[in-house]
């Protein structure tokens, strides 16, 4: 089964600053490869994913993350924080395959805060 | 944009009542889930369903059924609430195809009393 570990459950950035997110997974074959962000009495919205092709993925408010396979890991980044930034990111993977079966594993968690 | 709906966003029960979670998609998508999330703990399956009338279980099955009868409503349904089944539930969908992003509704906050 796969399994997604998000190091540091809490980071803490100065507004300005570079944030750097990490995901690493198990799985030997390439999963598909996504990050979410999940505001305060919030669902989940979509940052980005990889799936094929290019290994930097650019998403939305001005975050990217790099597809590493010999590392087995996506983290993630934005060089200048802001703090609309504060919010709780979660990585995911998904199986390769067909249908309807692929389902997502989830990292814990990192809660992102950012300071003046 | 796709649009996923919970019916409630907070939600106060009892132990023992048999407690309804709905969930509405407007997008036709085959595939829809529920999870749990807890802190430290991150998003854990409970149960998917790829077709109407068709689930499988997820991670965490036990205490918990679905049920979906048209496409775009998916429903959780606790047999008997527990105290720990407080939580925030989130409900999902996504096209057929594996490399398709889920899109989430809002959640709703359970507490069991």
């Known amino acids: 089964a796969q399994s997604v570990t998000q190091l540091g459950s809490h980071v803490s950035v100065s507004e300005g600053a570079l944030v750097l997110l990490r995901c690493n997974y198990s799985?030997?074959?390439?999963?598909?490869l996504f990050w979410y962000v999940q505001y305060p009495n919030q669902g989940l919205q979509l940052l980005l994913k990889y799936t094929t092709g290019a290994t930097l993925v650019k998403g939305i408010n001005g975050f990217e993350a790099e597809f590493k396979k010999s590392e087995t890991s996506f983290h993630l980044t934005k060089p200048s924080a802001h703090m609309s930034d504060a919010a709780e990111y979660f990585c995911a993977v998904s199986d390769r395959g067909t249908g309807g079966g692929n389902k997502l594993t989830f990292g814990t968690g990192t809660q992102l805060k950012v300071e003046l | 944009d796709v649009k996923v709906t919970q019916s409630s966003r907070y939600l106060v029960k009892r132990t023992g009542e048999k407690v309804f979670l709905e969930c509405v998609q407007d997008?036709?998508?085959?595939?829809m889930f529920w999870y749990r999330q807890d802190p430290g703990l991150g998003l854990r399956l409970i149960y998917f369903?790829?077709?109407?009338?068709?689930?499988e279980k997820g991670d965490i099955p036990e205490g918990y059924s679905v049920s979906r009868e048209k496409k775009e409503r998916f429903s959780l349904i606790l047999e008997s609430a527990s105290t720990n089944q407080t939580s925030m539930y989130l409900c999902a969908s996504r096209p057929g195809q594996g490399y398709q992003p889920q899109h989430f509704g809002d959640g709703t906050r359970l507490s069991i009393l």
């Open positions: 997008m036709d998508h085959e595939n």
């Open positions: 369903s790829y077709d109407v009338k068709m689930k």
């Open positions: 799985s030997s074959v390439p999963p598909y």
